[in-house]
């Protein structure tokens, strides 16, 4: 079962149409380019909507930051993976929460307008659940790592638009109910993946293809079926920790902190400006509510970020693709942060959220306190030399893999590897 719907429908469609080697090879890769363009157009299409709360400096990172859509470009064994189709759902839940809150009543709220956003609250609900699962099933047949790479962070969108209008009981509830044919569907997935003799079937169904010339040892990407999670611990920490006398992990590291720093640089100067822009929407209305962009910024960063990060961690564990689950919580919070509505629903659902996030309330604190010092004691503005540096060096000199990360990627980024497929 493990990963085998899209293999399926290849397998299908090659017996059915009768294509051959080449053809089914070629069918597969031109299907991954056209995911990949069909979300980049998408993501771009998103970066001129929001060209009103962006500067010259944070269109330069939503486009060439090596994390986010330069990935597959810089690493084209990145590109076409099936994390792509992750992304559709999210699209997906976004675009309802942008039609739910242009029709929500936010501030200076009465019982008849509380009654109107039920109502509007549970459109978004019946339309979720049909929608989301109706494109996320199939997915987490093909790939059952969205228990922990994008599904953490749709739960928390609808955690905070469910929690406008519903007590945190009945937001749990509901938001079990939306999710659970997908969450279930995953976790069968995860938990009956195969075993060894699976592993041989699969093989010698290859081989009758003449796409591995024997089965006597298994080619490398089916060996790894048969590991035992500590197999896998082991391996993972062998290849991207002690590889290259630790080199490879450094590499990582330097790679990851740098984006991380300059995508957080890019967040709080978007918030910042939406929220701004919202101030002044409330001020010319008089009415006396307004809010803190550092405030917002620090939630909004905490919730779409750092939970969907740590929920992700499991898989930096005991897989060691790191780069494909970086590109991915890195992609899903730019395009978050693209989405002007999500940012406006952060503002006003701030205090009514309080109450689902009591149990992780110590961990909030603390990464708020920490992001408030580098912002109040770092300020950008004295050492913007050395940012501006370190922008240009990882937007254009930085190459993130989506494995087997080396030394030299941290050199042979967009500018190097395109000028010497020009001029050598």
């Known amino acids: 079962m493990r990963r085998g719907l899209t293999g399926s429908i290849i397998f299908w469609l090659r017996e059915n149409f009768n294509l051959n080697n080449p053809q089914t090879f070629f069918m597969v890769v031109y299907f991954n380019y056209l995911i990949f363009l069909v979300w980049s157009i998408i993501y771009l299409i998103k970066v001129n909507k929001s060209l009103r709360v962006l500067t010259v400096e944070t269109i330069l990172i939503f486009l060439f930051l090596p994390s986010l859509l330069l990935f597959p470009i810089n690493d084209i064994g990145g590109l076409g993976r099936k994390e792509y189709l992750f992304f559709f759902g999210l699209l997906i839940n976004l675009w309802l929460v942008s039609q739910t809150v242009t029709s929500l009543y936010l501030s200076d709220i009465n019982q008849v307008k509380q009654e109107l956003n039920r109502k509007t609250i549970d459109k978004y609900c019946y339309q979720l659940f049909i929608f989301y699962n109706l494109f996320s099933i199939p997915t987490a047949l093909s790939h059952e790592a969205i228990l922990f790479l994008v599904l953490p962070l749709n739960i928390l969108i609808s955690l905070s638009i469910l929690a406008l209008n519903n007590l945190p009981i009945k937001t749990i509830k ?33 081989q009758e293809y003449n796409l591995v010339p024997n089965c006597q040892e298994l080619p490398e990407v089916l060996s790894y079926y048969t590991y035992s999670t500590f197999e896998a611990i082991q391996e993972t920490f062998k290849r991207n920790i002690l590889y290259d006398n630790g080199l490879r992990f450094f590499s990582w590291i330097t790679a990851f902190f740098l984006s991380k720093i300059i995508l957080m640089r890019a967040s709080e100067i978007t918030i910042s400006k939406t929220v701004e822009e919202e101030n002044r929407r409330l001020y010319i209305k008089n009415e006396s509510l307004s809010f803190s962009p550092q405030e917002v910024s620090i939630n909004f960063s905490f919730k779409y970020f750092f939970i969907p990060f740590i929920g992700s961690f499991i898989l930096y564990i005991i897989a060691f693709d790191w780069g494909r689950w970086f590109m991915t919580i890195s992609i899903t919070y730019a395009v978050c942060l693209l989405t002007p509505s999500l940012i406006k629903l952060k503002m006003y659902s701030y205090q009514k959220n309080q109450e689902l996030l009591k149990i992780i309330k110590p961990i909030y604190n603390l990464y708020s306190h920490i992001i408030s010092f580098f912002q109040n004691k770092f300020d950008i503005k004295k050492y913007y030399l050395i940012y501006f540096i370190l922008l240009i060096y990882t937007l254009f000199f930085i190459r993130i893999t989506h494995y087997d990360m080396n030394f030299i990627d941290l050199s042979n980024g967009f500018i190097p590897i395109h000028y010497y497929t020009i001029f050598s």
């Open 174 to 206: 509901k938001i079990i109910i939306i999710y659970s044919p997908t969450i279930i569907v995953a976790l069968i997935s995860l938990i009956f993946n195969g075993n060894k003799e699976v592993v041989v079937s699969i093989c010698k169904s290859w």
